[in-house]
């Protein structure tokens, strides 16, 4: 998935443990979880420069996108 973070182009690569369920009168709907397994830039993984608040800023891009 390709986001902008920062006024540049990043190719999120990710998986995805289980699917979406929605909710019913008894559960609250679960939403999928998502595993970011690279953060690429111009085809360099930087993932292991990245701060843990970026990370997550960038986690939060790509689950709005996924939904």
Known sequence: M?????????DVEYDVICDYIPGTWDSPAENPDI????IN???VDIMPILSEEEIDLIYEEVYENYN
């Open 35 to 38: 595993i970011i397994t690279a």
């Open 41 to 43: 830039y111009k085809d």
């Open 2 to 10: 390709i986001i902008k973070y920062r006024g540049e182009e990043l």
